[in-house]
């Protein structure tokens, strides 16, 4: 897996990103906030749930971090009235986060299965948090998109999730919690496939969400064709998504 952070299609990205949407409403449920919190979203992409976390902080703050230049100017552009209440910072959350303050919250959705080291992860974020500091986030749990690495597989000879995502299981990242020193852990994996209208939108969803790094991987002449054999071998316009579900306190 690579270690450094790719770039995105930032413009793309929120106009499809509503399974995400979706996602981040849930995240937010598991968070009983005050309104004068320090939150640290990790993986923020293009700031819609930054967004929903300054509604309910209207005496605190977000640092939102992302290893994605593109992602992070989309969200400088979103929010751009409400800047005086959001640290926005490059981070390539697989290392030690430098920040200057601890924070009393970690929120992240769809962004861990992106990093390889599930160990090194949660040690990062543990060192940003004081003691009673609540980290609640989703990522892909083991068998997130199993149909998609099947037809990615198939299509370029090659496994799907090798040195890309890391779909981690809930026993195991329940005791990485534990071992980075949270408690009252809960890990929850549920299945959630998320539907599509017409080819189009399918595609543009595979595309933009899930094909980027594999896509990145050959010629830009080559992608389309990509794109379309992926989908084509799947057998319903249908992404099957298993999402992991993980709250801990520090
Ligand atoms: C699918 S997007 C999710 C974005 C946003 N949380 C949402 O729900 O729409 C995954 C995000 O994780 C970020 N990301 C992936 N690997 C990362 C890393 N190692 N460090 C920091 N951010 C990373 C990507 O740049 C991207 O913005």
Same mark, same amino acid.
């Given at each position: 897996?690579?270690?450094?952070?790719?770039?995105?299609?930032?413009?793309?990205?929120?106009?499809?990103?509503?399974?995400?949407?979706?996602?981040?409403?849930?995240?937010?449920?598991?968070?009983?906030?005050?309104?004068?919190?320090?939150?640290? /979203? +990790? &993986?923020?992409?293009?700031?819609?749930?930054?967004?929903?976390?300054?509604?309910?902080?209207?005496?605190?703050?977000?640092?939102?971090?992302? &290893?994605?230049?593109?992602?992070?100017?989309?969200?400088?552009?979103?929010?751009?009235?409400?800047?005086?209440?959001?640290?926005?910072?490059?981070?390539?959350?697989?290392?030690?986060?430098?920040?200057?303050?601890?924070? %009393?919250?970690?929120?992240?959705?769809?962004?861990?299965?992106?990093?390889?080291?599930?160990? +090194?992860? =949660?040690?990062?974020?543990?060192?940003?948090?004081?003691?009673?500091?609540?980290?609640?986030?989703?990522? &892909? &749990?083991?068998?997130?998109?199993?149909?998609?690495?099947?037809?990615?597989?198939?299509?370029?000879?090659?496994?799907?999730?090798?040195?890309?995502?890391?779909?981690?299981?809930?026993?195991?990242?329940?005791?990485?919690?534990?071992?980075?020193? =949270?408690?009252?852990? %809960?890990?929850?994996?549920?299945?959630?496939?998320?539907?599509?209208?017409?080819?189009?939108? =399918?595609?543009?969803?595979?595309?933009?969400?899930?094909?980027?790094?594999?896509?990145?991987?050959?010629?830009?002449? /080559?992608?389309?064709?990509?794109?379309?054999?992926?989908?084509?071998?799947?057998?319903?316009?249908?992404?099957?998504?298993?999402?992991?579900?993980?709250?801990?306190?520090?």
């Amino acid at each position: 897996m690579s270690t450094e952070p790719r770039e995105w299609d930032a413009g793309a990205y929120d106009e499809l990103a509503s399974p995400q949407s979706r996602w981040g409403l849930r995240i937010l449920a598991l968070l009983d906030l005050k309104g004068d919190e320090t939150v640290l /979203e +990790a &993986g923020c992409g293009t700031g819609r749930d930054t967004a929903r976390l300054l509604d309910k902080l209207p005496r605190g703050r977000v640092i939102a971090v992302d &290893g994605s230049a593109q992602m992070l100017d989309r969200l400088r552009n979103r929010l751009s009235g409400r800047l005086n209440r959001v640290d926005v910072v490059k981070v390539n959350l697989a290392r030690p986060i430098e920040l200057d303050t601890m924070v %009393d919250v970690v929120f992240s959705v769809a962004a861990f299965h992106w990093i390889a080291d599930h160990h +090194a992860l =949660f040690k990062n974020l543990a060192a940003v948090m004081r003691p009673g500091a609540v980290l609640a986030a989703d990522c &892909g &749990g083991r068998g997130n998109v199993a149909q998609v690495s099947a037809a990615i597989e198939k299509v370029s000879g090659v496994p799907a999730e090798a040195g890309i995502w890391n779909f981690a299981d809930p026993q195991e990242t329940h005791r990485l919690l534990e071992a980075a020193g =949270f408690w009252n852990v %809960d890990v929850q994996i549920h299945s959630e496939p998320a539907s599509f209208e017409d080819d189009i939108q =399918f595609e543009r969803f595979l595309e933009t969400v899930i094909l980027g790094s594999h896509l990145a991987r050959i010629s830009e002449d /080559e992608r389309p064709a990509f794109v379309k054999a992926v989908a084509g071998l799947l057998p319903e316009r249908q992404v099957d998504y298993v999402r992991l579900t993980m709250r801990g306190v520090r």
